[in-house]
């Protein structure tokens, strides 16, 4: 079937625009995370949705950032008035989260860039 | 908050050479995982293994949880195995995701 996919693969864009960043998980998966890569760097929790539970947002760096998961699938990540130092690799991945295996299953990411 | 480290950070092999790649985790843990991310960006999962021991080809993995340790073995490496390999945990009662800063593997041909 097909993996988790995102979109659009690149951004780039100007200070103080808002820019929206789309993942679709890998369908029946429940969970979803996002993460945020910086060049060089490992990856950076941002959120993670669980079914029709309350999102873990303790990862998101500021209130700039928010999140939405509708239907239990599709996800949007929006970053408002963004700045530069915002400029990373936006990764997405969905689990079972069956409570068994939680193996994680990653898109390729969305590269963004803020001029 | 739980601390993540891998080592080493960097390694450099000739290709069929064997190496070990250790994580080291602060506190319980309910879920670890191993992922390779190759040269063009992709996260490839390659263990689930929150205890125990498992094998994959040239790849296994062992965990030792109430050691706070996990360790990936690599043997026969191709160049192919280049890029980074990350350990990622989550601790016992929550979903949140930690990344270790990952270990850069480079195989010469």
């Known amino acids: 079937g097909a993996g988790v996919s995102q979109s659009p693969s690149n951004k780039v864009t100007e200070k103080g625009k808002d820019v929206e960043l789309r993942c679709d998980p890998i369908?029946?998966?429940?969970?979803l995370y996002w993460y945020r890569q910086s060049l060089g760097q490992g990856l950076e929790f941002l959120i993670y949705f669980q079914g029709n539970s309350a999102p873990d947002k303790s990862g998101l760096p500021s209130d700039r950032f928010s999140a939405e998961r509708t239907g239990g699938s599709v996800s949007t990540l929006t970053i408002q008035r963004t700045q530069q130092e915002d400029s990373a690799v936006y990764l997405c991945?969905?689990?079972?989260?069956?409570?068994?295996?939680?193996?994680?299953?990653f898109g390729p990411g969305t590269r963004l860039l803020v001029l | 908050g739980i601390q993540v480290e891998q080592s080493p950070p960097d390694l450099i092999l000739q290709e069929g050479a064997n190496s070990t790649l250790r994580c080291n985790f602060s506190d319980s843990v309910n879920n670890l995982q191993w992922f390779h991310q190759n040269p063009w960006g992709q996260l490839i999962n390659l263990f689930y293994?929150?205890?125990g021991t498992k094998q994959n080809g040239r790849l296994s993995a062992t965990t030792v949880a109430t050691e706070r340790y996990s360790l990936l073995y690599i043997s026969s490496s191709q160049t192919t195995d280049s890029g980074v390999y990350f350990c990622?945990?989550?601790?016992?009662?929550?979903?949140?995701?930690?990344f270790g800063a990952g270990t850069r593997l480079f195989v010469k041909a």
């Open positions: 369908s029946g998966h429940t969970a």
């Open positions: 990622a945990v989550s601790y016992t009662g929550g979903f949140k995701t930690i």
């Open positions: 991945a969905s689990s079972k989260a069956t409570g068994g295996e939680e193996t994680q299953y």
């Open positions: 293994i929150p205890s």
